[in-house]
């Protein structure tokens, strides 16, 4: 029997919705969406519909969506192309000790080049102190860059009150939304976001396709050079994934405040079915209801290894490829040994009530045996 799959924090299942909107595109619909013929326009014509419906998922105009491979080139592009523009003066960036590798290898790889970086810490709760940044900023500052929903602890930062610090400064405002966007509103004026990066498989779509958004007049240096498809991205789009990018989009503005209730739902009876002691790790409240990261106190031994029934994480998925302990867990404050026996627990679309429970039984054996053999 297959481990119950609760790792939405490192992808998500594709919603079989999506997967019939791509079928016509992968196989039948080959046609190159910039050729100049029939096959061309019927693929070009599938791709502005799914730029459309992630534009409106963003309140933003279509033309400032351009799509990617995924949040990292997003991100990469955003960081790269601002701080490597000719007209960009400033040389700092400012971000914050809990994002995304992304980000934090984007920056220090622009550090190598000369370019100045600030990490700012968190609170314990795993959220920015808004005095903190502000004095972390300056008028040498080109960009902050602040996730909204975080990875491996689901805490939302409060992005309009820290893009209004940015722009109080002249500082252009990125925010990795790379696990909000489809699941939490986001309107990119509202919250004051200059650029943003998102990515498919966080909400149901496929692998290897997302976005950037760019306000317009917000100049980037291209990252991939060619054919200038994508306003600066060159490549050619592959028609299939944007598909599925824009009906994942289109299906999670439909279901959004259900997909929600169901989280909630599912995190609550979840937490009321843990008999061991627990410690919830980040805020409880600022959060996306389908993340729990999860400390046991007492127990320092990795949890992970002792759960082969649960698909699960104790950090980011890139994390677990290192064994290295959570940057995000350390920086609020986690030993290296307790930020390691901590579980990441990502549920959400179609994930079970039933599938919670038993996750709860599995948790409360493994802990107990272990408390037992401490004591
Ligand atoms: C917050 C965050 N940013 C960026 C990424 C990278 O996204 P992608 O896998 O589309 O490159 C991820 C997930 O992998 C993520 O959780």
């Not at 029997?1 to 079989?16: E, S, V």
């Not at 790889?109 to 990490?119: D, K, N, P, R, V």
């Not at 409060?158 to 909000?180: E, F, K, L, S, Y």
């Not at 966080?202 to 692998?207: L, R």
Request: hydrophobic share 45%.
């Amino acid at each position: 029997m297959n481990p119950i799959y609760l790792d939405y924090g490192a992808t998500t299942p594709l919603d079989p919705a999506v997967a019939a909107a791509m079928e016509p595109w992968g196989v039948a619909g080959y046609g190159n969406p910039h050729s100049a013929h029939l096959w061309g326009y019927q693929a070009k014509a599938a791709v502005e519909i799914a730029r459309d419906a992630v534009a409106a998922l963003l309140h933003a105009p279509p033309e400032t969506i351009a799509f990617t491979s995924g949040a990292t080139e997003s991100v990469n592009w955003a960081l790269k192309g601002l701080l490597t523009h000719p007209s960009n003066t400033r040389r700092r960036i400012v971000t914050l000790a809990t994002e995304h590798s992304c980000v934090l290898e984007t920056a220090h790889y622009l550090e190598s080049l000369g370019a100045q970086l600030t990490i700012v810490p968190v609170r314990a709760n795993g959220i920015v102190d808004l005095g903190d940044l502000e004095r972390a900023l300056g008028e040498d500052v080109a960009l902050v860059s602040a996730m909204l929903v975080n990875n491996e602890i689901g805490v939302i930062q409060p992005i309009a009150a820290i893009a209004r610090a940015a722009h109080a400064v002249g500082a252009v405002m990125h925010c990795d939304a790379a696990q909000a966007f489809g699941k939490v509103p986001i309107d990119v004026d509202a919250l004051g976001i200059d650029l943003l990066s998102l990515t498919a498989h966080k909400v149901h779509g496929p692998k290897g396709v997302g976005a950037l958004y760019r306000r317009p007049f917000t100049m980037l240096t291209p990252l991939l050079h060619g054919g200038g498809q994508e306003d600066g991205r060159s490549g050619t789009l592959p028609t299939a994934l944007i598909v599925g990018l824009g009906a994942a989009a289109r299906i999670a503005g439909e279901r959004m405040a259900g997909d929600r209730e169901h989280a909630l739902a599912l995190r609550d009876r979840l937490l009321a079915s843990l008999t061991v002691p627990v410690e919830v790790n980040g805020d409880l409240e600022a959060r996306w209801p389908g993340n729990l990261n999860l400390g046991f106190p007492g127990i320092a031994a990795p949890l992970l290894s002792l759960l082969p029934g649960l698909a699960l994480s104790s950090g980011s998925a890139c994390a677990a490829v290192t064994g290295r302990a959570s940057h995000v867990l350390t920086a609020l404050g986690l030993s290296e040994p307790a930020a390691k026996a901590s579980l990441r627990l990502g549920f959400g679309r179609f994930t079970t009530p039933a599938e919670i429970d038993a996750a709860a039984a599995q948790i409360n054996a493994v802990v107990t045996r272990l408390s037992q053999d401490a004591a």
